[in-house]
């Protein structure tokens, strides 16, 4: 009797599973149709940097030498203390569309990065504004121009693109780059059914108009990413993965950074419309109730319905992971051993967030 209800439960959970890849994560696998008619309005680049000074320093170039015809890179300096200003002042004979401004002291104490991406929106002339953080670095020059090319309706408000991970051969590297592409898979895949629900500062690309005008929730420190795309109706999201519009970013130094800068944006996810939280905890539900159910099954030593279950499930899957990563650079063979992972790290996340300050920038 006992052995039954795991079985069943297993297969549940993994029907459940195989709902949510083939719905809403194999959506990326298809072609999108072509954007409108390509302008060039004018975009306005932000990167808010908090002491980044040697981060700016290496991908300044990438943002500055994008093939675009009228765009300006706007640098906010959130009270650095590493001269920012000063050396950008220095070097802006070279790139004359280059700005730096200053926060304001009066933001000094704000939590988090909020108050000074107010503030550098304030201080773009472009409608649009694409966002990226100072240690991060376009695939290539047309990364501006593949994310406004993204637009397939007039009506578009918001563009939400890729950031993965920058990787090593090293096993930790790897499974940080795919528990990346892990959580871009569900909010990329929910926002092409429309049911957009966040974003990544890395690489998004939203109307000024429609950015100052969003609650960004000024109490936490995180989540104005995911606050700039829920200000926006999700029928007027769209999003862009075509690998020229690929932003990297270098994974953290070592795990616990990891885990704790995981902790404070996992906060955000507590203000989430009721249908999303409620959709993200059936998938991640399913997915403990499964790990769990072929755990149990070694167990009690069902070695050969362990077996069964693992390769029909694997077999089911394969078409859509072997895709996903062809198109999103997901490194491949690493789902059988990444997925329980990425599992167990969210439970140690998941306690965390009681302790965790809200206060830090993020």
Not at 50 to 68: A, H, M, P
Not at 128 to 154: K, Q
Not at 237 to 247: A, G, K, L, N, T
Not at 330 to 357: G, K
Request: glycine share 6%; charged share 15%; with cysteine.
């Amino acid at each position: 009797m006992l052995v039954a209800m795991i079985l069943w439960a297993t297969i549940g959970s993994g029907l459940i599973l195989v709902g949510y890849y083939y719905y809403y994560f194999n959506v990326l696998n298809h072609p999108i149709t072509p954007g409108i008619k390509p302008n060039t309005h004018p975009v306005t680049l932000l990167i808010c940097v908090k002491n980044g000074i040697e981060e700016v320093r290496q991908n300044l170039s990438s943002w500055c030498d994008q093939d675009y015809p009228d765009y300006e890179v706007v640098i906010i300096d959130d009270h650095s203390t590493d001269c920012l200003c000063g050396y950008l002042q220095k070097i802006q004979n070279f790139y004359p569309h280059l700005s730096c401004y200053k926060a304001p002291v009066v933001i000094k104490d704000s939590p988090g990065k909020k108050a000074a991406l107010l503030y550098g929106l304030k201080q773009a002339r472009s409608p649009w504004i694409l966002m990226t953080d100072a240690d991060c670095r376009p695939a290539s020059r047309f990364w501006i121009r593949e994310m406004m090319g993204a637009r397939t309706r007039p009506a578009t408000q918001c563009i939400i693109g890729y950031s993965p991970l920058e990787r090593t051969s090293a096993l930790q590297s790897r499974w940080l780059a795919f528990e990346t592409s892990w959580v871009a898979l569900q909010y990329l895949g929910f926002a092409r059914k429309g049911e957009a629900y966040m974003g990544v500062g890395r690489n998004l690309l939203i109307l000024r108009d429609v950015a100052l005008a969003a609650d960004l929730h000024p109490e936490l420190a995180s989540g104005d990413d995911d606050f700039l795309v829920q200000s926006v109706d999700p029928k007027r999201v769209e999003i862009c993965v075509h690998p020229d519009s690929w932003v990297f970013t270098s994974a953290p130094e070592h795990f616990i950074a990891w885990i704790t800068r995981k902790t404070r944006h996992s906060q955000t996810s507590m203000l989430y419309p009721s249908k999303i939280k409620t959709k993200l905890i059936i998938f991640h539900g399913a997915m403990a109730l499964f790990y769990a159910g072929l755990l149990s099954l070694i167990i009690i030593n069902s070695v050969w319905l362990i077996a069964l279950i693992w390769i029909t499930y694997s077999g089911i899957l394969f078409p859509v992971r072997r895709n996903l990563s062809n198109n999103l650079g997901i490194p491949r063979n690493v789902w059988i051993w990444t997925e329980p992972l990425v599992l167990m790290s969210y439970c140690v996340i998941l306690f965390r967030m009681f302790f965790q300050s809200k206060q830090r920038w993020a």
